[in-house]
């Protein structure tokens, strides 16, 4: 039985807009650093990054396309609260393919950032496990609150089958 | 992770940034979570990653662009702009394993007013590959 059904190619095109919480800040900046055991000062030192030609401290360089920052509402079911498209798809855990980011300024603390999800693509290939196994890929695109782009977020994550009889 | 800087105006294809380490425990899945508001269970609940078919908590793969991104700007210094980094998951890590990233020179281009370098970099596991990228980092003169 194929994965890939009707009622889930007409997902594709779809797109979810998270608008600006607040901004990033210090204090989340500091914490991502902190949680990477990334101790460059350019993320919590405004007077060394100003030497290195910024107007104040920045966020190191994924933080962006990596923070849920931008989320409302409460954790699903699996404790997530970012972006996902809750997509008709039962059976299966959920694992990451890879993700291809574009950067085109530095994060600034100042950042108010609003982000725009697309679903792109879905396709059915063959799994190394045997079966088939879904692949699905979006696109985000996050500006700030002027309307310049500051970094474009494309994602694909792979739907498993579970086995089942374990 | 200490790491030795290269000179963009004269660094070659093929030369090879310093390598780093990474052990990943289950306070740092748990930090990384919070950092960035992801509390997917995948990153802490064994019982969770148990019904998951998983042999325990599991790495948010996104933290390796995070990886490949310092590696790059350890390497470059304050002024490096990581402008481009793709990445492709080999394999899941869970909590208590460490990966290796090295990272080499794949391509250097002379503008006016920056270098341009392209870099090859991998994840590894106990030399088995867990993610490769592709990183172009832009770093003004």
Redesign the interface.
């Known amino acids: 039985m194929s994965l890939l059904t009707d009622e889930l190619r007409s997902w594709i095109g779809r797109e979810a807009v998270y608008p600006a919480q607040e901004e990033i800040g210090r204090a989340?900046i500091r914490?991502?650093a902190?949680?990477?055991?990334?101790d460059?000062p350019?993320y919590r030192d405004d007077d060394?990054?100003r030497q290195?030609?910024f107007p104040a401290l920045v966020a190191?360089?994924?933080?962006i396309?990596?923070?849920?920052?931008y989320?409302v509402g409460p954790?699903d079911d699996?404790?997530?609260?970012?972006h996902a498209w809750d997509l008709p798809v039962d059976g299966c855990?959920m694992?990451?393919?890879?993700?291809?980011?574009?950067?085109f300024r530095?994060v600034l603390p100042s950042d108010r950032i609003s982000v725009v999800w697309t679903l792109e693509d879905i396709s059915e290939r063959a799994s190394s496990r045997g079966g088939t196994q879904l692949f699905v890929t979006s696109v985000a695109h996050y500006r700030d609150d002027s309307g310049e782009l500051l970094a474009i977020n494309r994602e694909t994550l792979v739907y498993q089958p579970?086995?089942t009889g374990? | 992770?200490t790491t030795s800087r290269v000179d963009t105006t004269i660094a070659q294809p093929g030369q090879s940034l310093t390598t780093g380490h990474?052990t990943f425990s289950i306070v740092?899945l748990m930090?990384?979570g919070?950092?960035?508001?992801?509390?997917?269970?995948?990153h802490y609940?064994s019982e969770?990653t148990s019904r998951?078919?998983?042999p325990g908590p599991v790495v948010d793969?996104?933290?390796y662009?995070?990886?490949f991104?310092?590696q790059?700007?350890?390497a470059f210094?304050?002024?490096a702009?990581?402008?481009?980094?793709?990445?492709?998951?080999r394999a899941?890590v869970f909590a208590g394993e460490t990966v290796q990233i090295d990272g080499v020179v794949h391509e250097v281009r002379h503008d006016p007013d920056a270098d341009l370098v392209v870099l090859d970099q991998t994840l590894t596991r106990d030399g088995r590959p867990v993610?490769d990228a592709r990183t172009e980092v832009r770093v003004?003169r």
Not at chain 2, 34 to 42: E, I, K, Q
Not at chain 2, 81 to 89: G, I, Q, S, T
């Open positions: 989340g914490y991502f902190l949680a990477l055991g990334d460059n350019l060394y990054a290195a030609g190191p360089p994924t933080m396309v990596e923070s849920c920052q989320a954790p699996h404790g997530y609260i970012g855990r694992i990451r393919a890879g993700n291809a980011y574009e950067f530095p579970l086995t374990r | 992770m990474k740092d930090l990384y919070a950092a960035t508001w992801d509390w997917h269970r995948l609940d969770y998951m078919q998983l793969g996104q933290i662009g995070a990886l991104a310092r790059a700007v350890d210094g304050p002024t702009f990581v402008r481009k980094l793709e990445f492709r998951m899941m993610a003004p």
